[in-house]
């Protein structure tokens, strides 16, 4: 293994010491939402007893202050993935800023005979909204296959784009497979074809690789604060400026206006703002922006590489045990899929629980991968900057004394 503060960092997590059923937690669920360190922990209960005042709206100290370190955090996080101030939107998630693309952009600037491409991988936060737009609009959505081994087949975009290609929305990392698309490649063909608009999930993505949005020339990229450290009911919107100042607000309400008349139409402020009505999660984006503090000190690269070498790890060990079966590509980040099997992942993942392991079962909000497998559910174990070789150790160990419950 690299050298990785890896003690040092599992200290800042205070979770990580609790014992479930006698045991030391092993906590392998950060892909549905991530542990918090103390630094994100005390800044949401510094700023609740020192600061807190509503922004925007005030001229007293308090208001000034909460205004101030918003906007900080906003320009934090555009320096976190290379974009400016003014593409930040703060939404609470990333269903809801796939949502307020679908609402704004997309029933404003797709019509009757356009399509939409997805893929077979999708988050049903990345599939439903734009089902529902395609029965409003009367639009046609395509989806890019999966394969067997867990990839999608990128072969098949080009005969999927055609000249009413609207939008291509795809996950950055699958959240079942930790399939990591070729979004370099991808984005180039949508170029080549057409002047589709590009629209990442970047729900997984955020937390496992380096964004740059300038770089990859997306037109849109969502996540969401709890997956990468942060509180939950906090998430960002990346947009390019140029389609922010066309999109009108989809939430209207205080806080977004110029002027309101009772005889003449709303007239809104400047984006990112116009699509913040309402009074924002404050305290959430205090610690959404500690979060990406404490990232920056220990280091993305640093924290990339560890979870690489761990998640070799994890599947040279994963593959020793007896019937366990894997999905997914050999490369993958931060996730791994399996089954133990014939027995059913929520049996699997009840008994785990007795020896204080957690992970996720279920279909993880991917039910068309679980169609594409012919599978229920599957057992999904996530990794992230504080799993340690231990964690994966008592999941196998685990494994096998549930095997053997399950065999009797």
């Not at 070799?312 to 045990?321: C, G, M």
Request: glycine share 6%.
């Amino acid at each position: 293994m690299i050298i990785y503060p890896i003690e040092k960092i599992r200290s800042d997590f205070p979770i990580l010491n609790r014992m479930i059923n006698k045991y030391p937690l092993t906590y392998l669920d950060s892909a549905a939402s991530a542990q918090k360190p103390n630094i994100v922990i005390d800044s949401q209960t510094h700023y609740y007893r020192n600061e807190y005042a509503a922004v925007h709206r005030g001229i007293h100290t308090l208001s000034t202050e909460s205004t101030n370190q918003m906007e900080t955090v906003r320009l934090r996080i555009a320096n976190f993935i290379n974009a400016s101030k003014e593409e930040i939107v703060f939404v609470k998630s990333t269903t809801e800023a796939i949502n307020l693309i679908a609402n704004s952009w997309g029933h404003n600037f797709v019509n009757y005979g356009d399509n939409i491409i997805i893929s077979e991988m999708e988050h049903h936060a990345n599939i439903i909204p734009w089902q529902v737009l395609s029965k409003h609009k009367n639009i046609v959505l395509h989806y890019i296959p999966l394969t067997p081994n867990g990839t999608l087949d990128i072969s098949r975009l080009s005969e999927l784009i055609d000249n009413r290609t609207r939008l291509l929305s795809i996950s950055h990392i699958s959240n079942v497979l930790g399939t990591i698309n070729p979004l370099t490649e991808i984005i180039s063909i949508a170029r080549k074809k057409s002047d589709t608009l590009i629209l990442i999930d970047g729900a997984q993505g955020i937390v496992h690789q380096l964004v740059d949005v300038q770089k990859l020339d997306c037109d849109f990229y969502v996540f969401s604060g709890h997956k990468i450290y942060g509180p939950s009911g906090i998430g960002i919107m990346y947009g390019k400026k140029e389609l922010l100042q066309k999109m009108p607000p989809w939430i209207v309400g205080g806080g977004i206006v110029r002027n309101v008349s009772l005889i003449q139409d709303t007239t809104f402020i400047d984006s990112p703002w116009k699509f913040e009505s309402g009074s924002p999660n404050i305290s959430g984006i205090i610690g959404l922006g500690n979060a990406i503090e404490y990232i920056n000190t220990i280091g993305v690269d640093n924290i990339y590489n560890y979870e690489d070498q761990l998640m070799r790890y994890a599947i040279d060990t994963l593959k020793k045990i007896p019937n366990l079966v894997l999905y997914g590509p050999s490369t993958r980040v931060g996730i791994i899929a399996f089954n133990l099997g014939i027995h059913h992942s929520y049996d699997v993942g009840m008994l785990l629980n007795q020896y204080g392991v957690a992970i996720r079962t279920g279909h993880h909000c991917a039910i068309p991968i679980m169609n594409y497998f012919k599978v229920p559910g599957m057992c999904r174990a996530s990794l992230a900057m504080y799993t340690n070789k231990e964690d994966i150790d008592r999941l196998a160990h685990g494994l096998i004394k549930v095997q053997h419950l399950l065999n009797q």
